[in-house]
């Protein structure tokens, strides 16, 4: 059973810092096999953004509302992907979610929600003005 577990979220002032964790179970991010993992946000009445990605071929996709600020990373060892945030803003305050996924895909997919099919239960993340 493959399991997505975030943590990490809490509450920072603009400006400031968070990184959060996904520990994965149930499978491992790595070797020959074919996976993408990701980060999403969703804030309550909007749908599911894209904030990071990377795929077994190597490539990583950021959002653009993210880019130069938002670093994606593993830990091959842990079973643990890392979501760095710098330069927090009030608006990027939202829910954050961990996901997986075991197909291939084009690149221009891996910020789609919908492409992805394990989620981990979120973390908050709020950030104030």
């Known amino acids: 059973q493959i399991e997505l577990v975030e943590s990490g979220g809490g509450s920072v002032q603009s400006g400031g810092s968070l990184r959060l964790s996904c520990t994965a179970s149930g499978f491992t991010p790595s070797g020959d096999s074919t996976y993408c993992m990701g980060w999403f946000r969703q804030v309550p009445g909007k749908e599911r953004e894209g904030v990071a990605s990377f795929d077994s071929d190597g490539r990583t996709l950021y959002g653009d509302s993210v880019k130069g600020r938002f670093t994606i990373s593993r830990d091959n060892a842990k079973n643990t992907v890392y979501l760095q945030m710098d330069s927090l803003k009030p608006e990027d305050t939202a829910m954050y979610y961990c996901?997986?996924?075991?197909?291939?895909?084009?690149?221009?997919?891996?910020?789609?929600?919908?492409?992805?099919?394990?989620w981990g239960q979120g973390a908050q993340v709020t950030v104030s003005s």
């Open positions: 996901a997986a996924d075991f197909s291939r895909k084009k690149w221009w997919l891996l910020l789609l929600s919908a492409e992805f099919e394990y």
